[in-house]
C-alpha cells in the first residue's frame, strides 16, 4: 500500500461525500463554490469544499477514475524522490483552491454562478505526472499520447474554451490547476528539474 495509501483515502472520501451530496441539495447548496455569497471568511471553506461535490455520477466517476490510476503514480514518484506523501495530499488540496480562484474573482458578482468538482486537483496531480515524466504515454480516448505532448494540448484547449466561455464546464480551474500542480512539484523536487529540461529535447513516441 506504500505510495498508494493517500490516493485510494482522497477518492474515498471525495465519493462519499459526493454521494451525500447527491441524495441532500442543502448540503450541495453549502459546499459549493458561490462566489456571489463569499462576502465574509466564513465562507471562503467553500474553495476546498466544493472540490469533494460533483454535478453527478459521470462527472464524479471521470474525476475519480483519473485521480485513483495517475494519482497512484503520482504518489509513488513523490516516496521516490523522497518526500512526505502528505505533500502530494497538500498538492491535490491547494490545487483544488488555487483552481477555484479565477472563476471566484470572475463571477463575484453573478449570483447564478456556481462550480464544484475534484478537476483542479486532478489537474494538478496529472500535470506533476507531466513533470516527473513527459514522455510516458497516457491514453486520451484510446488515443495514445506522450505526456508533454497532451499537456501543452491541455492547456491549449482550456485556455481557449475559458475564453470562449460557452461552456458549463469551468476550464479556468482545469488551466489553472495544471500549472499549479507542475509548479508545486517543482519547488518541492527542483532537483529533477535539470532531468525533466533534458528529457523534454529527447523527443520520442
Known amino acids: 500500500m506504500e505510495g498508494i495509501a493517500f490516493t485510494i483515502a482522497l477518492v474515498l472520501i471525495t465519493v462519499l461525500v459526493s454521494i451525500a451530496a447527491f441524495n441532500d441539495q442543502r448540503l450541495t ?15 471562503y471553506y467553500r474553495f476546498l469544499s466544493s472540490g469533494f461535490i460533483h454535478a453527478d455520477w459521470v462527472h464524479l466517476g471521470f474525476n475519480m477514475f483519473t485521480l485513483f490510476f495517475i494519482g497512484k503514480v503520482v504518489e509513488q514518484y513523490f516516496v521516490a524522490y523522497g518526500l512526505t506523501p502528505w505533500l502530494f495530499v497538500l498538492m491535490y488540496l491547494v490545487g483544488i483552491i488555487a483552481a477555484s480562484m479565477p472563476s471566484y474573482f470572475k463571477n463575484q458578482h453573478n449570483h ?55 461552456s458549463n464546464i469551468n476550464h479556468d480551474a482545469h488551466f489553472w490547476g495544471a500549472v499549479f500542480g ?18 523534454i529535447q529527447q523527443i520520442r513516441f
Do not use: C
Open 112 to 166: 447564478y454562478y456556481r462550480s464544484l468538482g475534484a478537476s483542479g486537483g486532478v489537474a494538478a496531480v496529472l500535470f506533476s505526472l507531466v513533470y516527473f515524466a513527459p514522455w510516458e504515454s497516457i491514453y486520451i480516448y484510446f488515443i495514445k499520447l506522450p505526456n508533454i505532448v497532451f499537456a501543452v494540448l491541455y492547456l491549449i484547449y482550456s485556455a481557449y474554451m475559458s475564453k470562449k466561455g460557452d
Open 29 to 43: 447548496n453549502k459546499l459549493i463554490l458561490w462566489p456571489a455569497v463569499m462576502k465574509q471568511p466564513s465562507e
Open 182 to 199: 507542475f509548479l508545486f512539484t517543482l519547488i518541492v523536487e527542483p532537483s529533477h528539474g535539470r532531468v525533466f529540461l533534458y528529457e
